[in-house]
């Protein structure tokens, strides 16, 4: 279980294709504090260390999941965002995030918006009916707040902060992005179905 909230930007120094994809990711952790077999989200995506080094971390990334997400993309000298597993006593300061991608989005425009960026990306259609205004969606493994929605478009604001501290600073128009629709939003949906 994570937060949304990153603590890290890691870089990929490495990919190799075993069946399953593997791929080393070198990061600021303190890895001596982290097991093998624990989960980071990377990108958004919870994926478990079988693997480390001093600043390093290897992950193997099954066919399925890249199937589903943007790890495909992934290659030497690519920046994801980075957050370790929630521990018990931890602030909660986005919202509760799985780490399990439930499609892609597109980055469709952006635009500065005073010293933020509007960022517009569209939804897949399936999941589009749980982006509401106002509410929370994971994107690349960061919690954000939605503007607007508009049929499957939705769009973000990124303050300097989070373009700063995450990879969002290097987005561009046309960039498939990790989403995780809201939890709460899958639940509350799920009942109103069965109500109906």
Known sequence: MFTGIVTDIGTIQKTEDRGDLRARIS???DMSGIDLGA??????????VVAKGDDWYDVDISAETVSKTNLDSWKAGKRVNLER???LGDELGGHIVSGHVDG???ITQMQDDGDSTRVTLTAPKDLAKFIAQKG???????SLTVNGVTGCDFDINFIPHTKNHTT????AVGDRVNLEID???R?????AEMQG
């Open 85 to 87: 597993a929630l521990k």
């Open 27 to 29: 990061c600021s952790y």
């Open 136 to 142: 929370s969606v994971t994107l690349n493994g960061a």
């Open 168 to 171: 969002w600073g290097d987005a």
């Open 187 to 191: 639940y509350v949906a799920r009942l």
């Open 183 to 185: 939890t709460l939003a």
């Open 104 to 106: 892609l989005a597109t």
């Open 39 to 48: 989960s980071i989200a990377s990108d958004g995506v919870c994926l478990t």
